[in-house]
C-alpha cells in the first residue's frame, strides 16, 4: 500500500522541500492566521480530551487489574445513579477512543515497552502479581493454571493502558499550558507552536514509565523503574509510529479485502494513520475519528466555533472541519518531534551536520509522501 | 361538495394571479399553501364521507349546461376516483412547497400550478365525456407554460413535443368519445358504462384503439413516451413531481375507466397482446433507465417500466387485478414523486445530477444524509421491499395477473428485478463512496454542499411515511378501491375467464384471482 520513493536526491524527491523547510527551521504547516486558529483550536480542546483519557487510562491500569468484567472501568471510580444516567445518555467522554488507540499501539508495538513485556523479567514480575492477585480465587487458579498465557496477555494490555496514560498525561499538560499562552496572546504563529511542543517533549524525554499495581495493600512492580523506559523513547515514537503512521484499515467508505492483498501482510508498511486519513468519510479511515471528534467538540473553544461559523455548513460538518483541523495540529507534532529528532540538533551549521540532518529528514519525507501534507498547505477545509 | 374540489384551487389561481398591489414570490407561495391546504383538508372531509358500502358514484354533482351537444356538468367519485382526488390534493400542495421561494414570475407560476390541480381534479370527477376531455385538455396548456418558462436549458423543445404528443392523445380520445357516443346513438356525453354494448366488435375495437393509443401517450406506453423523459429531465422538480406523481395517472385513470369496461368484449379479445404490450413498456423502460447516467432520466424511464404494471393488471381483467390497477397507480404516483423531489433536492444543491460525478452523497456531515435515506427509501419502494407500498402494489398486481398470463407476469417481474438493478446503480453511485460532485478528484477544495434545510426535507419525509402507511396497512387503501373495481369487474359483460383467448390458456382453470373483502393482497 505505502509507495515509497526511493529517491533521496533532494531536487528530485517531491517532498524534499518539507526537509529543506525545517532545516531551514520553518514549518511543515503554512503560517497563515487560519491555520493558528485552527491547529489552536484543535490542541486547545484536544488538551482537555487527553486529560479525561489520561486519567481514565490510568484508573483501568491501577484499579481495574485482572479484573476481567470491567463494567465500570469508564466512571473513574464515581459510580452512582447520576453518573450511570449521564453515561447511558451518552453525556460522556468516548473513553472507547483511548482504547483503541491502546489497542493500535499494542498491535503495532515498538520500542523499549514492547521489546520489555516479551522478557522473562516482565513474566515473573506478571506471575507475582497474579498469584497475589487470585490467591483467594480458585476459578482464576484453575483458570490460570490451564491457560497460563491469558492472564499475562491482560497484563501486556493493562502495561499499554498505562503507559498511553502516562503519554498522555505528558501531552495534556503540553497542549494545555499551550492553550493558555495563546489565549494570553502569546502565541501568533505555528512556528511558536511547533517550539512549544518540541521543547514540552525534550523537557519530559527522559520521564521514566513506570506501573505497579496495589494489590491487598503491597504494591507489585510490572513495569519496575529498573527496566529503563522512558517518556520520548518507548511511548512517545512508539505511539507516532502506530497512531500517525500506520493505523488500521478501518472499513469506512472504503472497503478493503486482506485476502486480496489490498491491505499489505507487513504491518510496517500500513498507511492508514492520522497523518494518512481522509478527514471527509466520519468514520472512514484510521482509528474511527468520530469519537474523538465528538469529545473535541464537547470541548471545543469559543474562537474556535466563531472560526467555524464563518463556513458554508457552519457547525453542520464540524466534526469534518474538527477532523481536517486535528490533522493540521498533528503534522505540527510531528513537526515539533522530528526536529526533536534531528540527529544534529536543529542548529546544526556545519555542511555535514546539515546533511546528517537533511537525509534524516528525507527517510521521513518518504514515508510522508501518500500523507495528507500536500493537502494541508492548501487553506484549511471548509473555510471557503 | 365535489364543487368546492374545484372551486378551491381555482379561486386561489385567481386570488394569486389578480392580488391587488405588489405581490412577492414568497406571499404567492404561501397564498398557494392556503389555498391548496384547505383543498387537502377538504379532501379528507370528502374521505371521511365516502361511504364504502355504496359502489355506485358519490357526491354527484349535475347542472345543466350546453345541453345541445350532450355536454352536461356531471361530477361523481367512486373508489376509482377518491383515492386519486386525494393525491392530487396531496401532491398539488407538496409540489407548491418545495417550489422554490424566490421563483420568477409568482403571479403567472402558483396560478398555473393550481390550475392543474383544478384540471386533474375536475378530470377525475368528470362523468361526463366532454367535461372529461375539457379538464384533460385544460391541464395540457398550464403544464406546457411551466416547462416552456421555469424548465432548463431545452425547454422550450421539452415543451413543445410534450404538447404535440399529448394534442394528439386529446384528439385520439376526443374522436374516441365522439364516435361513441354517435354510433351508440346516446343523446348526449354523459357517461354510462354500458355506452358500448350491442356496436359491433371492429367499431368497438377502432374506438377501444383510439383511446389505447390516446391514454398510452400519457402513461406513456413503448413507444409513445418519448416525450416523457424531455419533459421531466426539462421540468423544475415540483412540475416533475406533478407530472409523474399525478398527471400520468390521468392516462391510466381513463384507460381504465373508459375503456375497459364500457369495450369490455374488445378488451378482453385485445388483453394478451396488450399484456405483450405492458411486457415490452415494463422491460424497455427498465433496460433504458439501466443506460442513463442523468438521475432524473433514469427515475422517468422507471417511469414508463412501472406504467406498464397497471396496463400489465388492467389486462388480465380479474377483480384483483383490477385493484392492483389503482394501487399501481397510487404506489407509482406516491414513489415517483418522492423520487422526483430527491433527485430535485440532490440537483439544487449540487448543481449536476450526473452519475458520473455525483459519489457519496449519504456523507453524515457535508452530504445530504436525510435526502439520501429518503432516496435509498424510495427506491426500495420502487423494487417492491416487503413493508413498503410498492411492494403490494406490485404483488397485487402479479397475483392477479399470474392466472390470466403467466408469461407476461413473469416477465414484467424481471422488470421489477431491474429496477432493483438501475436503482441500486443510482444510489451506489450517487450515494455511497467517497463525496464528490465534480470529475476532479484533485479538486483543492473539498466538496461543501449548502445546508439542507427542513423545507428541502418535509416533504420528502411525508411521502416516505406513506411509503411505510400503506406498506404496512395496505387495507387502508385497498378498502376504497375494492368494492367500486369489484363492481366494474362485475359490469363487464364478458369476462376474460370465458374469452377464447384465454380458454386456450393452460393456466385456464386456475383458481381465479378474487377479492372480496379489502384485505385481498394478504
Known amino acids: ?384 | 361538495m365535489l364543487n368546492a374540489l374545484l372551486l378551491i384551487p381555482l379561486v386561489g389561481a385567481l386570488v394569486i394571479g389578480c392580488w391587488p398591489g405588489k405581490l412577492t414570490s414568497e406571499r404567492a407561495r404561501n397564498l398557494g399553501l392556503v389555498f391548496l391546504g384547505i383543498n387537502l383538508v377538504f379532501s379528507l372531509y370528502v374521505l371521511s364521507q365516502f361511504d364504502l358500502s355504496i359502489t355506485e358514484l358519490q357526491f354527484r354533482e349535475s347542472i345543466p349546461w350546453i345541453d345541445h351537444i350532450g355536454l352536461n356538468y356531471e361530477l361523481g367519485i367512486d373508489g376509482l376516483s377518491l383515492p386519486l382526488l386525494i393525491i392530487n390534493s396531496l401532491l398539488s400542495l407538496v409540489s407548491v412547497y418545495a417550489s422554490e421561494k424566490d421563483i420568477r414570475r409568482p403571479r403567472l407560476y402558483y396560478p398555473l400550478l393550481l390550475v392543474i390541480a383544478f384540471a386533474v381534479a375536475g378530470a377525475f370527477a368528470a362523468q361526463n365525456l366532454l367535461l372529461f376531455f375539457i379538464f384533460y385538455e385544460i391541464e395540457l396548456i398550464p403544464l406546457y407554460l411551466l416547462i416552456a418558462i421555469w424548465g432548463g436549458a431545452q425547454r422550450g423543445y421539452a415543451a413543445t413535443k410534450f404538447l404535440i404528443y399529448t394534442a394528439i392523445s386529446g384528439i385520439l380520445i376526443l374522436a374516441s368519445f365522439l364516435g361513441l357516443v354517435w354510433l351508440s346513438g346516446s343523446s348526449g356525453f354523459d357517461y354510462n358504462p354500458t355506452m358500448a354494448h350491442g356496436l359491433p366488435w371492429i367499431q368497438q375495437a377502432v374506438l377501444l384503439v383510439a383511446l389505447l393509443i390516446g391514454f398510452g401517450i400519457k402513461i406513456p406506453l413503448f413507444p409513445l413516451h418519448t416525450w416523457l423523459p424531455d419533459a421531466h429531465v426539462q421540468a423544475s422538480t415540483p412540475i416533475s413531481v406533478l407530472l409523474a406523481g399525478v398527471l400520468l395517472k390521468l392516462g391510466t385513470y381513463g384507460l381504465f375507466r373508459f375503456g375497459v369496461v364500457t369495450f369490455s368484449e374488445v378488451w378482453v379479445d385485445l388483453a394478451p397482446y396488450l399484456a405483450w404490450w405492458a411486457v415490452v413498456s415494463v422491460l424497455y423502460g427498465s433496460l433504458a433507465a439501466i443506460a442513463q447516467t442523468d438521475m432524473k432520466k433514469m427515475v422517468a424511464y422507471s417511469s414508463v417500466g412501472h406504467m406498464g404494471y397497471v396496463l400489465l393488471a388492467a389486462a388480465a381483467s380479474n377483480p384483483l387485478s383490477y385493484v392492483g390497477t389503482v394501487f399501481q397507480m397510487l404506489s407509482h404516483g406516491i414513489i415517483s414523486a418522492l423520487l422526483f423531489l430527491v433527485v430535485g433536492v440532490v440537483y439544487k444543491k449540487t448543481g449536476t445530477r450526473d452519475l458520473t460525478v455525483l459519489r457519496g452523497l449519504l456523507n453524515p456531515e457535508r452530504g445530504l444524509p436525510i435526502v439520501g435515506s429518503a432516496m435509498v427509501l424510495a427506491v426500495m419502494a420502487s423494487a417492491g421491499i416487503p413493508g413498503m407500498v410498492g411492494f403490494i402494489s406490485e404483488f397485487i398486481v402479479y397475483r392477479g395477473s399470474f392466472v390470466s398470463f403467466a408469461p407476461q407476469t413473469l416477465l414484467c417481474l424481471l422488470g421489477s428485478g431491474l429496477t432493483a438493478v438501475y436503482f441500486l446503480l443510482l444510489v451506489n453511485r450517487a450515494f455511497f463512496g467517497r463525496l464528490a460532485i465534480t470529475e476532479d478528484r484533485m479538486d483543492e477544495q473539498d466538496p461543501v454542499l449548502p445546508v439542507v434545510t427542513w423545507q428541502d426535507r418535509l416533504p420528502a419525509l411525508v411521502l416516505v411515511g406513506l411509503l411505510f402507511v400503506f406498506g404496512l396497512s395496505p387495507s387502508w387503501m385497498t378498502r376504497w378501491i375494492e368494492p367500486t373495481t369489484t363492481a366494474m369487474y362485475d359490469a363487464m359483460p364478458i369476462k376474460l375467464e370465458m374469452s377464447s383467448a384465454h380458454l386456450a390458456s393452460p393456466l385456464a382453470n386456475a383458481s381465479m384471482a378474487n377479492c372480496s373483502d379489502g384485505d385481498c393482497a394478504l
Open chain 1, 1 to 384: 500500500m505505502i509507495q515509497t520513493k526511493p529517491s533521496q536526491v533532494k531536487n528530485v524527491h517531491p517532498f524534499a522541500h518539507y526537509a529543506e523547510r525545517i532545516l531551514a527551521g520553518d514549518t511543515l504547516l503554512p503560517d497563515t492566521p487560519e491555520n493558528v486558529i485552527e491547529v489552536m483550536g484543535a490542541l486547545d480542546s484536544y488538551g482537555i480530551v487527553l486529560d479525561f483519557y489520561s486519567i481514565n487510562l490510568n484508573h483501568v491500569a491501577d484499579t481495574q487489574f485482572l479484573n476481567l468484567f470491567p463494567i465500570f472501568k469508564y466512571f473513574d471510580g464515581e459510580i452512582n445513579p447520576g453518573r450511570m444516567w449521564r453515561h447511558f445518555c451518552h453525556d460522556r467522554i468516548n473513553y472507547e477512543y483511548a482504547e483503541y488507540t491502546m489497542k493500535a499501539m499494542m498491535w503495532h508495538g515498538g520500542g523499549g515497552m514492547d521489546a520489555y513485556l516479551d522478557t522473562d523479567e516482565f513474566r515473573e514480575n506478571c506471575e507475582r502479581a497474579i498469584a497475589a492477585k487470585i490467591k483467594f480465587n480458585p476459578v482464576l487458579q484453575i483458570f490460570h493454571r490451564t491457560f497460563p498465557e491469558f492472564l499475562i496477555e491482560q497484563i501486556r494490555q493493562l502495561c499499554y493502558y498505562s503507559g498511553l496514560g502516562q503519554f498522555w498525561r505528558v501531552m495534556s499538560d503540553i497542549f494545555t499550558s499551550l492553550a493558555a499562552r495563546y489565549r494570553n496572546g502569546e502565541i501568533e504563529h505555528i512556528i511558536q507552536i511547533v517550539e512549544h511542543i518540541k521543547d514540552g517533549l525534550v523537557a519530559d524525554a527522559a520521564r521514566p514509565i513506570t506501573y505497579s499495581v496495589d494489590i491487598g495493600g503491597k504494591m507489585y512492580d510490572i513495569l519496575p523503574p529498573s527496566a529503563g523506559l522512558t517518556f520520548l523513547v518507548d511511548t512517545a515514537i512508539p505511539y507516532v509510529e502506530s497512531i500517525f503512521f500506520r493505523g488500521g484499515p478501518f472499513l469506512g467508505t472504503v472497503s478493503y479485502n486482506a485476502q486480496a492483498q489490498q491491505i499489505s501482510p507487513d504491518q510496517s508498511r500500513f498507511t492508514y494513520g492520522a497523518l494518512y486519513a481522509d478527514p471527509l468519510p466520519i468514520g472512514g479511515s484510521g482509528i474511527p475519528p468520530t469519537l474523538l471528534m465528538q469529545d473535541m467538540f464537547r470541548h471545543m473553544p469559543d474562537y474556535m466555533e466563531e472560526h467555524y461559523m464563518k463556513t458554508v455548513r457552519q457547525l453542520g460538518d464540524v466534526r469534518v472541519k474538527i477532523c481536517a483541523s486535528f490533522q493540521r495540529s498533528m503534522f505540527c507534532v510531528t513537526n515539533a518531534a522530528l526536529v526533536g529528532l534531528l540527529p544534529k540538533g536543529a542548529g546544526a551549521t556545519e555542511p555535514d551536520d546539515i546533511q546528517a540532518n537533511r537525509e534524516f529528514l528525507m527517510v521521513w519525507m518518504d514515508r510522508l509522501t501518500t500523507s495528507q501534507l500536500d493537502t494541508v498547505q492548501t487553506n484549511p477545509l471548509g473555510s471557503n
